[in-house]
């Protein structure tokens, strides 16, 4: 299939003055610094947000003292084969057991990206405290098998309210990259092209991301 007609699923949630965030974090507001009008050609405005509103990627510095920020990650992890598993109601965590039936342990089977759908609908419009995060075993395991970056439909691969981030800490020391706040409501099992860049934040401790999946063929 030629590459403009591969389909594209958009799994980024909106972005706007309703978007959850985390109870606390900084949500969205745009201001309008210059409006078009006699005098003025243009649109222009500025923006405030938390760098975790809507899909994102956290860099390690957002749960190590001493980790990178966002603007310094290697892009190879957020570009490239991914598979979507569901795991639909698996409740608090996702273990193992919730997504075995779509991992092939043979070498090189599996891509180095794992997205796991928890919701049968992405709750974006309210903050769930109730929300599904990974079981760090599970992240274990993924790394085992070359896993580089793992996603999920969520606000955190951690639950709410955990102070020790358990599957944080995983990532930190295996290595991975992580995607939270992915829309795949739409989206089948199966396996895809991931496109989700951050941007180029120096400093910062996250970065919003547009996150698309493409069809392979």
Not at 152 to 170: C, F, G, R, W, Y
């Amino acid at each position: 299939m030629p590459e403009a007609a591969r389909p594209i699923w958009d799994i980024s949630p909106p972005v706007h003055a309703g978007s959850p965030v985390f109870p606390g974090d900084t949500p969205y507001s745009q201001t309008w610094g210059a409006t078009i009008g006699p005098g003025c050609p243009v649109n222009v405005s500025a923006i405030t947000l938390s760098p975790h509103v809507g899909a994102h990627a956290d860099a390690p510095l957002h749960y190590d003292a001493d980790g990178a920020p966002v603007g310094a990650l290697a892009l190879a992890p957020f570009l490239g084969p991914c598979r979507v598993i569901h795991a639909i109601g698996c409740g608090a965590l996702i273990a193992w057991q919730h997504i075995a039936h779509a991992i092939d342990t043979r070498p090189a089977a599996l891509p180095p990206r794992v997205l796991v759908r928890t919701c049968a609908r992405m709750p974006v419009d309210r903050w769930d405290d109730a929300l599904t995060a990974y079981a760090p075993e599970t992240v274990e395991r993924l790394a085992d098998l070359g896993v580089l970056l793992i996603g999920i439909d969520t606000a955190s691969i951690d639950p709410a309210s955990s102070k020790q981030l358990p599957s944080h800490q995983v990532i930190r020391r295996r290595g991975l990259r992580v995607l939270e706040n992915l829309v795949l409501d739409d989206v089948p099992e199966g396996d895809y092209e991931l496109i989700a860049l951050p941007l180029k934040l120096t400093t910062a401790d996250a970065s919003p991301v547009r996150a698309v999946l493409r069809a392979l063929s």
